[in-house]
T-cell receptor, first 113, second 112 residues
Framework: SAVISQKPSRDICQRGTSLTIQCQVDSQVTMMFWYRQQPGQSLTLIATANQGSEATYESGFVIDKFPISRPNLTFSTLTVSNLSPEDSSIYLC??????????FGPGTRLTVT | KQEVTQIPAALSVPEGENLVLNCSFTDSAIYNLQWFRQDPGKGLTSLLLIQSSQREQTSGRLNASLDKSSGRSTLYIAASQPGDSATYLCAVRNFGNEKLTFGTGTRLTIIP
């Protein structure tokens, strides 16, 4: 199993600013992912965070808006840039263990005013 | 393209009853299927993981079954408790793809 922590747990940001979310896993994992969950919706995958290389983005998500870093096997960051009210969501980090089971962090609730 | 559906979207049952949540998927070439619960405003908690070669998995009062040929999985909850109230999500991983495809979820309410 894996225990995942995220910081911050919530934030209120002004339009046009950026927020960086940190994700820490308590053990080395093979894959890390970033998801967005808009109010009342299911999860949408933003990107796969690749260790030591550029993230792999899903359709509709671009690096300029959602830059991602993964400097090692246990840590990743997601930045949401140039914030607009439409970015208000819960952002979730997940990690996949060698047994192909995914574990999720507690999420970061972002409100853009 | 894999599509995952969960019906019903919401379910209310009295405490103590047994219940079944449903998950359907369109592409049977799955590697595994995972059930999660999500409490309001929180992250996802992994409940059960079923590999494609398995028919069912059990953890405490939870039992998940998998029928790949019909594209269905069920999550059985025995002797429901108010603490079981949450949204339950199933997610499928296909062969050759590390990404999960999530269902829309079933919001479960257990009435004391």
């Amino acid at each position: 199993s894996a225990v995942i922590s995220q910081k911050p747990s919530r934030d209120i940001c002004q339009r046009g600013t950026s927020l960086t979310i940190q994700c820490q896993v308590d053990s080395q994992v093979t894959m890390m992912f970033w998801y967005r969950q808009q109010p009342g919706q299911s999860l949408t995958l933003i990107a796969t965070a690749n260790q030591g290389s550029e993230a792999t983005y899903e359709s509709g998500f671009v690096i300029d808006k959602f830059p991602i870093s993964r400097p090692n096997l246990t840590f990743s960051t997601l930045t949401v840039s140039n914030l607009s009210p439409e970015d208000s969501s819960i952002y979730l980090c997940s990690a996949e263990t060698s047994g192909y089971e995914q574990y999720f962090g507690p999420g970061t609730r972002l409100t853009v005013t | 393209k894999q599509e995952v559906t969960q019906i019903p979207a919401a379910l209310s049952v009295p405490e103590g009853e047994n219940l079944v949540l449903n998950c359907s998927f369109t592409d049977s070439a799955i590697y595994n299927l995972q059930w999660f619960r999500q409490d309001p405003g929180k992250g996802l908690t992994s409940l059960l993981l079923i590999q494609s070669s398995q028919r069912e998995q059990t953890s405490g009062r939870l039992n998940a079954s998998l029928d790949k040929s019909s594209g269905r999985s069920t999550l059985y909850i025995a002797a429901s408790q108010p603490g079981d109230s949450a949204t339950y999500l199933c997610a499928v991983r296909n062969f050759g793809n590390e990404k999960l495809t999530f269902g829309t979820g079933t919001r479960l309410t257990i009435i004391p």
